[in-house]
């Protein structure tokens, strides 16, 4: 497994570079069997304040083509840091251990992916100073997927909300974090009663 450990607004020392590695080798092959694509590893400095400042790391495990399981952890230790997203990823990973040794999920179903144009949008009717760019960062597939695999991918990602394409019916559907902690389900095939 090719894990890439980078630093942003600092130098990574091999100490923590091997730290970060060691840990997130043994989450991975604990749960995993080693069996991933890859891993990523941002460690960042961050200011709270203009005496403190923070470590963040930043993790992303590519566990398969179009699946990705994201968590970070701050702290103003480097390595406590890194453990806590480590523990976060360990956690995420362990809730959905069963669903996510099956081989049979890391395929989508035998249906043409659906890819998502994005673009930069520049809103000219409220141009002001405070109001922000929308802008879309990368290109995305939309999976077919049933509700429930798609609320495990944006657990795992740590993601707002996931667009999917429902496995029983093909249309688009949107799963969401709520703000009282649920998770909401837009289906707009589903007719009201």
Same mark, same amino acid.
């Given at each position: %497994?090719p894990i890439?450990?980078? #630093?942003k607004?600092l130098?990574v #020392?091999?100490? $923590?570079?091997?730290?970060? #590695?060691?840990?997130? /080798?043994?989450?991975?092959s604990?749960y *995993?069997?080693g ?5 990523q ?9 203009k005496e403190?400042? !923070? &470590? ?11 699946f990705?399981a994201h968590?970070?952890?701050q ?6 840091? !890194?453990? %806590?997203a480590?523990e976060k990823l ?8 069963? /669903?996510?040794q099956d081989?049979? /999920?890391? /395929?989508?179903?035998?249906?043409e992916? %659906? &890819? ?9 009717e409220d141009?002001?100073?405070d109001?922000p $760019?929308?802008?879309?960062?990368m290109?995305?597939?939309i999976s077919?997927?049933?509700? #429930?695999? !798609?609320?495990m991918?944006m657990? +795992?990602?740590? !993601?707002p +909300? *996931? *667009?999917?394409?429902?496995?029983s019916? =093909?249309e +688009?559907?949107?799963v969401y974090k709520?703000h009282?902690?649920?998770? =909401?389900w837009i289906?707009?095939?589903?007719k *009201?009663?």
């Amino acid at each position: %497994m090719p894990i890439t450990i980078t #630093g942003k607004h600092l130098e990574v #020392g091999d100490s $923590l570079r091997d730290f970060v #590695g060691q840990e997130l /080798r043994k989450v991975v092959s604990h749960y *995993m069997g080693g069996d991933i694509l890859e891993a990523q590893v941002t460690i960042s400095k961050t200011h709270i304040s203009k005496e403190k400042s !923070a &470590f963040k790391t930043d993790i992303s495990v590519h566990i398969s083509r179009n699946f990705v399981a994201h968590c970070h952890g701050q702290d103003e230790d480097a390595y406590r840091s !890194a453990t %806590m997203a480590v523990e976060k990823l360990e956690a995420r990973i362990k809730k959905y251990k069963n /669903r996510l040794q099956d081989k049979k /999920r890391h /395929r989508d179903i035998e249906h043409e992916p %659906m &890819f998502a144009q994005q673009y930069i949008l520049n809103a000219e009717e409220d141009s002001g100073e405070d109001t922000p $760019l929308i802008i879309a960062e990368m290109a995305s597939e939309i999976s077919q997927l049933s509700v #429930g695999e !798609a609320v495990m991918r944006m657990d +795992l990602a740590d !993601a707002p +909300l *996931m *667009m999917f394409r429902n496995a029983s019916n =093909g249309e +688009l559907n949107v799963v969401y974090k709520r703000h009282d902690g649920h998770v =909401g389900w837009i289906d707009p095939t589903r007719k *009201m009663v």
